[in-house]
Nanobody
Framework: VQLVESGGGLVQAGGSLRLSCAASGRTFSRNSMGWFRQAPGKEREFVATVSGDDGATLYLDAVKGRFTISRDKAKNTLYLEMNSLKPEDTAIYYC?????????????????WGQGTQVTVSS
């Protein structure tokens, strides 16, 4: 099973990026998936998750209204649309696939992880 993120890069504050996470080796159509991030010197934190059944979503308060998580089940791909980016959004962003159908913000409930993609927001 592989999760491969793409779409990271350097952007100015207020700009936008769209991250993608392509899954292979198994389908996650019935499983929840999520995005996490880790900034330098900080622990990894939950960003957003989407459930595997009804498509319900949950976000970190700091990104609500700016980030949107979505998925294309036919393509087995997860997305994170990031708008109004701030310097504090700078981090390595990881996508993850869970064993659960219901969404979860707990990293321990994700079994599959991508290698991460760097997002840098300049002020």
């Amino acid at each position: 099973v592989q999760l491969v993120e793409s779409g990271g890069g350097l952007v100015q504050a207020g700009g936008s990026l769209r991250l993608s996470c392509a899954a292979s080796g198994r389908t996650f159509s019935r499983n929840s998936m999520g995005w996490f991030r880790q900034a330098p010197g900080k622990e990894r934190e939950f960003v957003a998750t989407v459930s595997g059944d009804d498509g319900a979503t949950l976000y970190l308060d700091a990104v609500k209204g700016r980030f949107t998580i979505s998925r294309d089940k036919a393509k087995n791909t997860l997305y994170l649309e990031m708008n109004s980016l701030k310097p504090e959004d700078t981090a390595i962003y990881y996508c993850a696939g869970s064993r659960l159908r219901a969404y979860t913000m707990e990293s321990e409930e994700y079994d599959y992880w991508g290698q991460g993609t760097q997002v840098t927001v300049s002020s």
